[in-house]
């Protein structure tokens, strides 16, 4: 396999994607009764406070995270 094949066979994730885009927050997925919740972020410099953005989805997250006052 060459490297472009490696490159779309494993690529990152859309998160991981978002993460790499917006370094001053933290993006993490909630854990509820062992099933997947919200998309969560918050300032990196923020430890242990409430999530500042949250949303069902990914592109709900991301769309929060770019707004003009986010």
């Known amino acids: ?13 859309a998160a ?3 993460q790499a885009a ?3 927050s933290l993006i993490w997925r909630e854990i509820v009764n062992g099933t997947h919740g919200d ?6 410099d ?3 406070c409430e999530p500042k953005f949250r949303h069902h989805d990914l592109d709900g997250l991301k ?3 770019e707004a003009p006052d986010g």
């Open 46 to 48: 923020a430890s242990g």
């Open 16 to 18: 991981e994607v978002l």
């Open 22 to 24: 917006h370094p001053e």
């Open 39 to 44: 998309w969560c972020a918050r300032p990196t």
């Open 63 to 65: 769309a929060l995270l």
């Open 1 to 13: 396999m060459n490297d472009k094949d490696l490159l779309l066979t494993f690529g990152p994730s």
